[in-house]
């Protein structure tokens, strides 16, 4: 039983070019989330989803968008990397969260 | 104000001791909240869970909930070296529609147990 599966684990971007984190679960849950975590600042919300073709923003959405076409993917997507957008990324599903292992992303 | 309050630390106590980890809420309308473990360099790890006010034991852990006091405790007895990581608190609502379910997190606190 793999989880969450994120991928890749780790990226550096140059600023302006784009990029897909790819999240996979396999509990058919319904609830899946993308979260930022920044050095002592918590777990931000980016976005999440109640179920296939339905997503909605978090607390942070700008620079990103989400497509959710099947339960098992939740894609999050990077336009125009910035350096504000260097941080880990992490995908969860389910209503209790269960979490992938990250993405850490540089933008340089 | 943030919604949900934590304690960074870092928080240092030497193996046996009982940990204290705390949270406080602003919003009435949490229902569900859940502790979770992070290791260095890990995805967050569901810990416990409890549903409205109480006490929940699984082991050497304990979660409670003041509701009332809009307050919660996650407490670790015989604490051990493998204890060492960030424990973030986390709070859902049951307001239905899409914000059933969205998690809010503290900012987490580092706790280190020295042998």
């Known amino acids: 039983n793999a989880g969450v599966t994120q991928t890749p684990k780790f990226r550096i971007l140059k600023i302006g070019q784009s990029m897909t984190l790819q999240c996979t679960q396999d509990m058919n849950h319904n609830y899946m989330y993308w979260y930022r975590q920044d050095p002592g600042m918590g777990l931000k919300l980016i976005y999440y989803s109640v179920g296939a073709g339905i997503t909605d923003k978090g607390e942070v959405p700008n620079g990103y968008n989400v497509s959710r076409s099947t339960t098992e993917d939740f894609p999050l997507r990077l336009e125009l990397a910035a350096p504000s957008q260097t941080s880990v990324y992490f995908c969860a599903s389910g209503k209790l969260a269960f979490f992938g292992q990250g993405t850490r992303l540089t933008v340089v | 104000q943030k919604e949900v309050e934590q304690d960074p630390g870092p928080l240092s106590v030497p193996e046996g001791a009982i940990v204290s980890l705390n949270c406080t809420y602003s919003?009435?309308?949490?229902?569900?909240f859940m502790w979770y473990r992070q290791y260095s360099r890990k995805g967050p790890e569901l810990l416990m869970y409890?549903?409205?006010?109480g006490n929940k034991e699984d082991g050497r852990f304990t979660a409670q909930v003041d509701k009332s006091s809009k307050y919660i405790s996650l407490f670790i007895r015989d604490s051990q070296p493998s204890d060492s990581a960030t424990y973030l608190c986390a709070m859902s609502s049951n307001a239905g529609g899409t914000s059933y379910g969205k998690l809010t997190f503290g900012q987490g606190t580092i706790l280190t147990v020295h042998p």
């Open positions: 409890t549903y409205s006010s």
């Open positions: 919003n009435s309308a949490f229902q569900y």
